[in-house]
Each structure stands twice: as C-alpha cells, then as structure tokens.
C-alpha cells in the first residue's frame, strides 16, 4: 500500500509573531530613536498571539501577554516607564519566545 503523508494535528501560527515580536523588542533596545513604531508593533504582536492563544484553547496566555500590549501601548504611554524599560523588554521577549513555541493550535479536520 502506498504511503499517503497525514495532515499534521495542529498548526504553530503563533510561532512567527512570537519570533517577531521577541526581535522588534530586542531591536528597540539597540535603536531608541525608533521606538514609537517598536512600541506600534509590540502591541499588535501580542494582541495577535492573545488571539492565537484564544484559539488554541490556551487561557492562561493572555494574563502575559496583555500586560505587554498595555506596557507598549503607543496611544496611551505610561509615564515613568523608561527607567526599567530594558528589564521589561528583555522579559516580554521571553513571553514572545514562549508563547509562540508553546502555542499550537488544533488543525481544522472538517476538510
């Protein structure tokens, strides 16, 4: 009998924004003069992982990744944060890292 591969069981969509997010963070420590749209691009990186986390039945995810939207939020700046920025990134890379590489969600089998 011939070999017919099987769909995998999930997908890793999340993987992609985790990575990206983790190095737009990294990217901001180097270049401060950038960090408006680094602080863009932060929030909707983890407002999209929020959602893929939703999907994957993963509830827990959102209580990191919220706060990091919050922190990161371009519209509405919370003052004083700049003194412990660099600690903050370097810990929201780490959510961004993890929650893509743990984040799987279940392939749609209706196909």
Do not use: H
Not at 38 to 57: G, M, P, R
Not at 64 to 86: E, R
């Amino acid at each position: 009998m011939p070999y017919t591969p099987q769909p995998p069981a999930y997908n890793r969509a999340a993987l992609a924004p985790g990575v990206l997010g983790a190095l737009v963070l990294l990217f901001g420590l180097a270049f401060a003069d950038w960090y408006t749209y680094v602080e863009y691009a932060v929030c909707i990186l983890a407002l999209i992982l929020c959602v893929f986390s939703w999907q994957a039945k993963r509830r827990w995810w959102p209580a990191g990744l919220i706060p990091i939207a919050v922190l990161w939020n371009p519209i509405f700046p919370i003052p004083g944060l700049t003194p412990v920025l660099p600690l903050l990134s370097l810990a929201a890379a780490a959510v961004f890292v993890a929650a893509g590489l743990l984040i799987k969600i279940p392939a749609d089998t209706r196909r």
